[in-house]
């Protein structure tokens, strides 16, 4: 019920693609679904987060995904650039409560 | 710049041989956390203050603990350190429960057990 479900484990896509990341959640009561963005060697920093309440935001190349119905949401990069490769993590929390619950990661690599 | 910093960035100790850990903030945020994040692994919450208030996870081992003297450091303290607590420790900080929680990362202190 606590668990968000990430994948891939990792990825590889070639500079200018598009890199997709998916997460699946199983517990309604999550109403705030952040990114995070790790590089080697360095804690996580929040990249972009969403609220249940719209199904999509965007900030410049990154894209989330909101599907309620389905208990998912994806990370899409748009452009994607070698400066981007880098592992992510989905999380999820019900807002006001003490935890974030996040996935398991994916890294990925952008091939130049 | 407000940040969060952890010390040492590496830290290399025996077997058994206690190890403690520093967080510092210049945030001013009432809740700091400790994750555990072992290689290509999620990061685990091994417990957090909301202020001077302590909160354990209910599956952290009692060989870890933690101390807040004040609002800008928290310390994570490793009483017999084991191989298996090998990994990198994160601590985090936010401005309180209400609203997005959103966390402010430490770089990491990576623990390495001889």
């Known amino acids: 019920q606590q668990q968000v479900k990430q994948s891939p484990q990792s990825l590889i896509v070639q500079k200018g693609g598009i890199s997709i990341i998916n997460c699946a959640y199983e517990n309604t009561a999550f109403d705030y679904f952040p990114w995070y963005q790790q590089f080697p060697g360095k804690g996580p920093a929040l990249l972009i987060a969403i609220r249940p309440d719209v199904s999509e935001k965007k900030e410049g190349r990154f894209t989330i995904s909101f599907n309620k119905s389905a208990k998912q949401f994806s990370l899409h990069i748009m452009d994607s650039q070698p400066g981007d490769s880098a592992t992510y993590f989905c999380a999820a929390q019900i807002q006001g409560a003490q935890k974030l619950v996040f996935g398991q990661g994916t890294r990925l690599t952008i091939n130049p | 710049d407000a940040m969060v910093i952890q010390n040492p960035r590496y830290q290399v100790t025996q077997f058994g041989k206690p190890v403690t850990l520093s967080c510092s903030q210049t945030?001013?945020?009432?809740?700091m956390y400790w994750y555990q994040q072992k290689s290509s692994q999620a990061p685990k919450l091994l417990f957090h203050y909301y202020d001077k208030d302590f909160n354990n996870e209910a599956d952290t081992p009692d060989n870890f603990q933690s101390r807040r003297p004040n609002t800008s450091f928290c310390f994570l303290d490793i009483r017999s350190p084991g191989l298996g607590d090998a990994a990198m420790y994160l601590c985090?900080?936010?401005?309180?429960?209400?609203?997005?929680?959103?966390?402010?990362f430490g770089a990491g202190s990576r623990l390495t057990v001889l």
């Open positions: 985090a900080t936010s401005r309180d429960y209400s609203g997005a929680n959103v966390l402010t």
């Open positions: 945030l001013n945020h009432n809740v």
